[in-house]
Nanobody, 125 residues
Framework: VQLQAFGGGLVQAGDSLRLSCAVS????????MGWFRQAPGKEREFVAA????????KYTDSVRGRFTISKDNWKNTVYLQMNSLKPEDTAVYYC???????????????????WGQGTLVTVSS
């Protein structure tokens, strides 16, 4: 399974940005597709995740109401629509695929099997 994330860039606070992650090879309806991020000097953290079948989602509290995760199973692509961006959203954003995760574990990066290369989002104040 290979993942390629793109769509990052430099934006101003309050702007919107949409990240995309194309997934190829060996996908399953049970897969969970997640977005994580890592800010400079900080640990990687969970952002959002969605199950490929059914569309169950989960968000971290700091982005709920501002970010929306969605998917296009036909294109094998997962999106992260980011609105009302804040400087603290600045990070490298990674997409990942996890196999057969339960909802309560969507946030656990150690359970994801495949990772993309990351795309940088910089939000200026």
């Amino acid at each position: 399974v290979q993942l390629q994330a793109f769509g990052g860039g430099l934006v101003q606070a309050g702007d919107s940005l949409r990240l995309s992650c194309a997934v190829s090879g060996g996908t399953s309806s049970d897969d969970v597709m997640g977005w994580f991020r890592q800010a400079p000097g900080k640990e990687r953290e969970f952002v959002a995740a969605i199950r490929r079948s059914g569309g169950t989602t989960k968000y971290t509290d700091s982005v709920r109401g501002r970010f929306t995760i969605s998917k296009d199973n036909w294109k094998n692509t997962v999106y992260l629509q980011m609105n009302s961006l804040k400087p603290e959203d600045t990070a490298v954003y990674y997409c990942a695929v996890g196999r057969r995760l339960i909802h309560s574990s969507f946030h656990r990066d150690d359970l994801y099997n495949y990772w993309g290369q990351g795309t940088l989002v910089t939000v200026s104040s």
